[in-house]
């Protein structure tokens, strides 16, 4: 992960960009604030739900993008290379609906 612009670890706007390798998903989760996900190159698949479900995923491609709404679950994955990029309204929280989904947990 690369930061474009701003700190999201402050209030304040930010930009970062992520490289998802192939295979890649962040499981359902949810933000306080809203965050905006552009796809920069490549395809993901999102969904807003508490369980990520690739059969009911929808798709976005380069220039595509979606507004995750705060406090509602949601998740996205990669089944080849992409590049997003995530942006909103700092500081970025980020809490797993399922705390062993959270790889900060992983020992």
Do not use: C, Q
Not at 8 to 23: D, Q, T, Y
Not at 44 to 53: E, N, P, Q, T, V
Not at 90 to 102: A, E, L, M, Q, S
């Amino acid at each position: 992960m690369a930061v474009v612009s701003g700190d999201p670890g402050k209030a304040a706007m930010f930009k970062v960009e992520l490289k998802m390798p192939a295979g890649y998903a962040v499981p359902a989760h949810w933000h306080p604030t809203d965050e905006t996900v552009t796809v920069v190159s490549g395809k993901i698949g999102y969904g807003m739900s508490a369980k990520l479900d690739k059969a009911k995923a929808k798709w976005a491609g380069p220039g595509g993008s979606v507004t995750m709404k705060a406090k509602h679950d949601h998740w996205v994955f990669a089944n080849a290379p992409a590049t997003i990029a995530v942006s909103g309204m700092g500081p970025f929280v980020i809490t797993y609906v399922n705390p062993k989904d959270d790889p900060r947990n992983k020992k």
